[in-house]
């Protein structure tokens, strides 16, 4: 027996309205950002916005916009009106807003009721919809421009209402909103109150300012501001060094000719752009705004318009690559890194006075003489000398040469020009590389070295007075890679065969992999064969690595070969992911190591090449290669601030 044929019948406009809102409004993030960017379109110059549990309760956006009539208010609340589209191209779109569907959808789901007054009028008006049910407009007090206040969001849909998370999760996300929002547009003030509590009030302002209130960026790495063109499309903004970084991708703004986007291409761009210089899992700070023009990209994609569309994705891809690489290739002391060191305040400490301090006198060295630390005269240490000199915790260097009359760090410039080279163990230069100095930047940003801690960071001094962290191996592995980079894309990477090859054994998974990939490995100057099912012979190795340990060597590249997600290869044309990663490897094994001892030539030797090299501020694995404590930090991790 035939089922019975289903009768087609159209459906109420209630309904509609509520099922159109349940695409428009998901949740309480998705009205607000409808309401601000109405707000914004309206030419507002200050926007209040207030939530009450997470805008579950209660939204109200308030600004001082151009306002609405009662007509205008009346078809405000019909779907499909709209002021802002001029022709029906959906092309050349200049506002954030355009569909007409938001406040219907709000009206169709919650409780919304807007209060508005245009310019001259000696009154403001008021219209009510609960549920889709409108209530005609009538007279109201109320200042220039329009507030809307939107209750008991979901009310009339109970089953989205139910999906809800806690007012916590919502304001989090209605935040990152205006967050967005407010980038957009630096020249309008927000104020932005949640449950009666101010989270930010920012006055117009710049670009810059604007974006460093939002981002909150760490202060010592500040912005690297970029700027890049191609075919008719402009990237602008700033980007925060790899220092500065997150576990979520929620501290990057992209706008795209004026929106707020949530973009997967760009965010990949971002990705990879970063990928040399940060944390694996990490996710970098950067606030971008694309210009581009207006019929290579749809916007239209979306009810919620926050996904993009664009006719050449691979060139706006290699534009925001391309420019956020050039920002991030400047070297080791351009830009500092803070290191994230959590003091106690203490609630009281007494200091001893300054101006009638005691007389300083040398504390009696262990040979006689006195030639020790310093103490403070009747300051009560139980020991005449701190052990600061005791091997293997600290190596003190003695003091820098004079140079007519100029001391320490400039001193030693003067007399050495900065050229030596690191040395390995067997007294073979390691990757010696003349030193030039950047040009617009202080001479050696990085200081000059005083002493090495536990054979692995060296301390420096700079300019001003600043203490400098540097780890040896991680800095000196960073230089390694741009060397061998450079190397290979110049095509010179030289092998050196082995007097006697050595058999690698492998699993047979990885050792596919190295098989498979024969003849990349030999533009690295790895010469290997297969040798049976599990494993490989290897004939060559890098020459400039000046290591035999192959075995170690094989097994650390097929890890990272197997473990490599970074992306398709088109993402980096002049080199491909995978290779970058091979490099950084090889560079790991290849960079003086941890426990090393160095002369004092040799450290000042690599503070000049790590200011001189590109990406220098992080190791291969995205790692901090160096630490600035300023008289700031020193003043905060003792309680003196």
């Known amino acids: ?69 009662p007509d205008d208010l009346m078809l405000a609340v019909e779907r499909h009106c709209t002021s802002k589209l001029q022709d029906e191209s959906l092309v050349h779109i200049r506002t954030l807003g355009f569909r007409g569907e938001a406040l219907p959808s709000i009206g169709a789901a919650a409780r919304l009721t807007i209060t508005s007054r245009t310019q001259g009028e000696s009154g403001a008006w008021r219209i009510h919809v609960a549920g889709g049910k409108i209530t005609p407009p009538e007279p109201s007090a109320g200042a220039q421009g329009t507030s809307v206040v939107v209750e008991d969001l979901f009310f009339a849909t109970p089953a989205r209402r139910k999906f809800l998370k806690s007012a916590r999760v919502e304001g989090s996300h209605a935040e990152s909103v205006v967050r967005r929002l407010a980038l957009a547009v630096p020249e309008t003030a927000f104020c932005f109150t949640m449950d009666d509590r101010v989270l930010f009030d920012l006055p117009a302002q710049d670009m810059a300012a604007r974006a460093a209130a939002l981002l909150g960026a760490n202060e010592a790495d500040g912005f690297l501001s970029i700027h890049g063109e191609r075919d008719g499309m402009v990237l602008s903004g700033f980007a925060c060094g790899p220092s500065v970084h997150r ?66 994705e691979a060139a706006v891809r290699s534009l925001v690559i391309g420019t956020l690489t050039r920002a991030l290739e400047g070297g080791a002391g351009n830009a500092g890194v803070r290191p994230s060191f959590s003091a106690v305040k203490p609630g009281r400490i007494w200091y001893p006075p300054e101006k009638n301090a005691a007389p300083i006198i040398p504390a009696p060295s262990p040979h006689g003489g006195g030639s020790g630390l310093p103490l403070r005269h009747g300051a009560g240490f139980s020991e005449p000398r701190l052990g600061l000199g005791d091997s ?17 760090w400039d001193a030693y410039s003067q007399s050495t020009g900065g050229d030596e080279g690191l040395q390995n163990s067997d007294g073979s230069t390691l990757g010696a590389t003349p030193y030039e100095a950047p040009q617009g930047l202080s001479e050696h940003p990085l200081g000059a070295a005083v002493a090495q801690v536990l054979d692995t960071y060296v301390i420096a001094v700079a300019a001003d007075g600043s203490l400098v962290l540097v780890d040896q191996h991680a800095a000196h592995e960073r230089l390694t890679h741009e060397r061998l980079r450079e190397q290979f894309l110049s095509g010179k990477v030289q092998g050196q065969r082995l007097l006697v090859p050595d058999v690698v054994e492998l699993p047979r998974l990885q050792v596919d992999l190295l098989v498979a990939r024969q003849k990349m490995l030999a533009t690295l100057g790895i010469e290997i064969e297969a040798f049976g099912g599990d494993a490989v012979l290897v004939r060559a190795l890098p020459a400039m690595l000046n290591t035999s340990d192959a075995v ?13 997600d970074s992306g398709n290869p088109d993402e980096m044309p002049s080199l491909d992911g995978r290779l970058d990663a091979v490099i950084a490897r090889m560079a790991c094994h290849g960079s003086i190591r941890a426990g090393r001892r160095l002369t004092r030539e040799e450290m000042n030797a690599l503070l000049r090449q790590m200011e001189a090299t590109p990406r220098a501020g992080t190791c291969s694995h995205g790692r901090p290669t160096w630490l600035k404590l300023s008289k700031k930090d020193l003043e905060k991790l003792f309680g003196r601030r």
Do not use: W
Request: with cysteine; aromatic share 2%; glycine share 6%.
């Open 392 to 408: 293997p915790t600290a190596r003190m260097l003695p003091p820098l040469p004079q140079a007519d009359g100029v001391a320490g």
């Open 1 to 69: 027996m035939l089922p019975l044929r289903p009768k087609l019948r159209r459906l109420p406009e209630v309904l509609v309205n509520r099922i159109a809102a349940g695409e428009v409004i998901e949740r309480p993030a998705a009205a607000l950002k409808e309401l601000v960017e109405n707000a914004i379109d309206a030419g507002a110059r200050r926007l209040d916005v207030s939530l009450e549990s997470g805008g579950i309760d209660r939204i109200i956006v308030t600004d001082d916009g151009c306002g609405m009539t």
């Open 247 to 312: 576990a979520t991708a929620a501290g990057q703004f992209m706008l795209v000719n004026g929106r707020p986007v949530v973009d997967p291409v760009l965010r990949t761009a971002v990705r990879v752009a970063y990928r040399r210089v940060i944390e694996p899992g990490r996710h970098p700070v950067v606030a971008l705004m694309l210009t581009i023009p207006p019929d290579r990209v749809d916007v239209n994609v979306h009810p919620a318009k926050t996904e993009l569309r664009f006719a050449d």
């Open 552 to 564: 170690t060597l094989l097994r650390d590249l097929a890890d990272e070969l197997e473990a490599d």
